[in-house]
């Protein structure tokens, strides 16, 4: 799934407790959207920074950065 049909879903799935004031950061949905990815491909990281068009180590960075663990 695309970013824009992530995006889509995700304010749509969300939208009774979003207001103005509270939509998520785009940092929020970075990491909204990897651990989405993630869980689509089974936690396969190789198959998500290919999805995000990413080096895996440029992934592990992020994954880190987001205290995912993997």
Known sequence: M???SFLTHYLDS???QLTEHSLPTLDELKKDYIAYLLELTNH???AVADILHLPPKALCYTLNQYNFLI
Do not use: A, G, P
Request: charged share 35%; proline share 0%; aromatic share 12%.
């Open 2 to 4: 695309c970013f824009e």
């Open 14 to 16: 969300n939208q009774d």
């Open 44 to 46: 396969d990281t190789l």
